[in-house]
């Protein structure tokens, strides 16, 4: 018997019409548990570096983390992996809500889809009922008036729709697929597009057998007492302590996240004041670059909060989450959509607009499919090259004069690749080139040729620097949320804040932030293994399944949080019967990170690649910077440009890696790890 997964995926080929449910082979769960790990295995085996993304032999995996399903609070994640055409890499990105729970009780722990429709079509997952269907009455539909659609056809109104809109449908590669309160981005829609793959509908009513159900309602039940009583406690005014372990025998209730919404978006009830000045005042997007002026002030504050009261009618979870943290919009003249949490900050600051402008925008783009981390940036950029006079109205004829009307525009040219819009579709790194006249200069944005969190602060943050530059998922917030971001001001706050710390690995990163002063900055080994721990903690998730906000980035606000290195071994211990300790549960993340790395070499990702925009920073530091990648790669097991040794990957049991590295060519020789010498 399989525990915590169905052991079963299905494979479908929309060029044949075929439907197959394989048994999955249960020693890759022992090696990679699920999610980005198993999803990025079947990558490997089976997309070559020779599949042009869009060849029908590019796969597109949905994949569910090992806990998705079970009674652990907050694990609902689903893993979408493809080779994306912006970048020509792996890509895993990741969705909440429904979706992956429903599929695992559906009986598959993956859905993995190759081929191209010759017509458009959607699948229905109902229980062992699997078909291909028409879908060419829902195109130009999006966001969750197309999930509302599929349901009513289907007479299914607890099926769980994953849906593209208009951008996908004409292969925007900036596209994401929508699913109700969240969504896949990092160019995984345009890949659904491309196959003609509308939807992915499914409705599950069997049971997930777990190894220990009554030790793991137990563990369950302590985290949620304990968020429970986290809220009482930050309710009435108290500061949230820990005592560290999950443990039965706990009497303290309080290591768990407060409220969803205060954390993910900013506000804990809709119409209260919450404090916008980090993200308005640190970063700077696009348009609003000359606009520094402009910062947080208590009018705008109290501006905002009435806002909410006009737009906003609730809040949104995801499956067995007792936080509602995506804002449900209701705004005039638009469809109903859910604000998530960065796509909220990422119209305001791509133009310096007021709340209702990002409402707007958001829901626009939900209802066009559109990633929201990725589109203003575009946008923002567009408009810095027409006031530059790189482009002119000759290319953007009719172009309004107002900034939000610009924004409208530009969004419904881009879904629909009209004019200029055909360009933009592509993203900023390969827009700009194709312009040219000097319009790289524009590309404040990416890094490995994707739209990231464009920092536009002042000194160089060294451990933001190397998870921004050597990272593989094209979202800073996917890989940061176990180290603070900055230090705290005095040491006497620094030893309070570290007092409790449970969850690092290692008593090292204590003493690691109890050196940081203000305006320094940690060792570069201190830095590498900070970044370490970050990227593992998240590849964690990744294959589990849990949110990152529950195992990560409230302990950023000094909020003790539940699952962490030391806690979350025994949730898999007792879901699956497996023996995972903190060791093997800490080496599969980094077997998982390190085949990642591995596929994207092979796919021809090096040195040069990893490298942040020129202004990402006010001051750069050139030398600096290559020495904190030479102390990163190093630490990792990697030659100097970045590709994994031998003795690295064969250390993890990828040998099958290094193997084919070697007949590429790839790793000819043993390299003498950050020294470039051999």
């Known amino acids: 018997m399989r525990y915590a997964e169905t052991g079963v995926n299905l ?52 994949g569910t983390g090992i806990l998705d399903g079970t009674p652990v609070p907050a694990a609902n994640r689903t893993v979408v992996t493809t080779v994306s055409p912006p970048t020509y890499r792996c890509v895993n990105s990741f969705m909440g809500g429904y979706w992956g729970p429903e599929l695992k009780h559906a009986g598959y722990d993956r859905v993995i889809i190759r081929g191209k429709s010759p017509s458009w079509v959607y699948l229905w997952i109902h229980d062992d009922k699997v078909e291909i269907r028409d879908a060419s009455h829902l195109l130009g539909e999006g966001g969750l008036k197309a999930e509302e659609l599929v349901r009513e056809e289907l007479k299914e109104d607890k099926a769980q729709v994953a849906v593209i809109g208009l951008a996908g449908e004409n292969r925007v590669w900036m596209s994401s697929i929508e699913h109700d309160s969240s969504s896949a981005s990092k160019g995984v829609g345009v890949i659904m597009g491309d196959k003609r793959l509308k939807a992915i509908a499914v409705r599950g009513t069997k049971d997930i057998n777990i190894a220990r159900p009554a030790e793991l309602l137990e563990l369950c039940n302590v985290v949620m007492e304990r968020r429970h009583g986290q809220q009482r406690l930050m309710m009435a005014g108290a500061s949230p302590q820990a005592d560290g372990r999950l443990a039965a025998d706990t009497k303290a209730p309080v290591d768990m996240m407060a409220m969803g919404s205060l954390l993910t978006v900013g506000h804990a009830e809709i119409g209260k004041e919450q404090d916008e000045s980090f ?17 947080w002030t208590p009018e705008r504050q109290k501006m ?16 067995n989450c007792p936080n509602g943290c995506r804002l449900e919009v209701s705004y005039p003249g638009i469809q109903k959509a859910h604000i998530k949490c960065w796509g909220r900050h990422g119209w305001l600051m791509s133009a310096y607009k007021e709340l209702d402008f990002t409402f707007k925008l958001g829901s626009i783009a939900q209802q066009l499919g559109l990633d929201d981390w990725a589109a203003p940036l575009v946008i923002a950029m567009a408009i810095e090259l027409y006031e530059a006079g790189i482009l002119t109205e000759q290319d953007m004829p009719g172009f309004p004069s107002d900034t939000e009307e610009r924004f409208v525009w530009l969004i419904n040219k881009i879904a629909r690749r009209e004019g200029i819009g055909d360009i933009l579709a592509n993203g900023s790194y390969w827009a700009t080139r194709q312009i040219g006249k000097g319009a790289e200069a524009y590309d404040h944005c990416t890094i490995k040729k994707y739209e990231q969190q464009p920092t536009k602060r002042g000194r160089l943050n060294h451990i933001f620097y190397l998870m921004h530059c050597t990272g593989e998922k094209a979202a800073i917030t996917q890989i940061e949320g176990s180290f603070p971001q900055v230090p705290l001001p005095t040491r006497e706050m620094r030893e309070a804040y570290v007092k409790d710390w449970v969850q690092v690995p290692d008593e090292k990163f204590k003493q690691y932030y109890l050196d940081w002063e203000p305006r320094t900055q940690p060792t570069n080994q201190a830095v590498a293994e900070i970044v370490e721990w970050n990227e593992t903690m998240r590849y964690i998730d990744d294959a589990t399944g849990l949110c990152s906000w529950w195992s990560g980035f409230v302990g950023q606000l000094g909020i003790r949080v539940a699952y962490h290195i030391h806690t979350i071994p025994a949730f898999v211990s007792a879901a699956t019967g497996m023996d995972v300790d903190e060791a093997e549960l800490w080496r599969i993340a980094q077997r998982n990170r390190t085949l990642i790395r591995g596929i994207n070499v092979r796919l021809g990702l090096r040195r040069v690649d990893e490298e942040a925009p020129g202004d990402h920073w006010k001051q750069r530091e050139p030398e600096v910077e290559a020495k904190l990648k030479d102390a990163y790669y190093e630490h990792r097991g990697w030659n100097n440009d970045g590709i994994p040794t031998k003795e690295t990957l064969d250390g993890f049991g990828l040998d099958y890696v290094s193997e084919d590295l070697e007949r590429r060519g790839i790793l000819t020789k043993e390299t003498l790890v950050g020294t470039g010498k051999t």
């Open 304 to 319: 905002w909060a009435e806002m909410e009261k006009q737009y906003a009618s609730g809040w949104a979870g995801c499956y």
């Open 11 to 62: 494979e479908i080929d929309l060029s044949r019409g075929s439907i197959e449910k394989e048994e999955s082979d249960p020693r890759l769960t022992e090696l990679y548990l699920g999610g980005s790990g198993i999803n990025s295995k079947i990558l490997w085996d089976r997309v070559p570096p020779e599949v042009d993304p869009f060849s029908p032999d590019n796969l597109l995996i949905f």
């Open 279 to 295: 993200h308005i005042n640190s970063f700077s997007w696009g348009n609003a670059r000359e606009m520094l002026g402009r910062h």
